[in-house]
């Protein structure tokens, strides 16, 4: 079973990346891309969230 704190830490090292991508784009274009995976990202961290709000 992965904890949350496993998770979380997941999450932020996807996070990093994601920036690290986003920093060094050569393109509009791929900012954009890379912008539009940080949004999905950011909403899944949003519902987990709420699905743990619920639990409790």
Do not use: N
Not at 24 to 45: F, N, P, T, V, W
């Amino acid at each position: 079973m992965v904890s949350d704190t496993d998770s979380s830490t997941a999450v932020d090292e996807e996070v990093r990346q994601l920036y690290e991508r986003y920093q060094s784009a050569e393109s509009d274009e791929e900012c954009h891309e890379i912008a539009l995976e940080m949004g999905k990202l950011d909403g899944r961290r949003h519902a987990d969230i709420y699905a743990a709000l619920e639990d409790e």
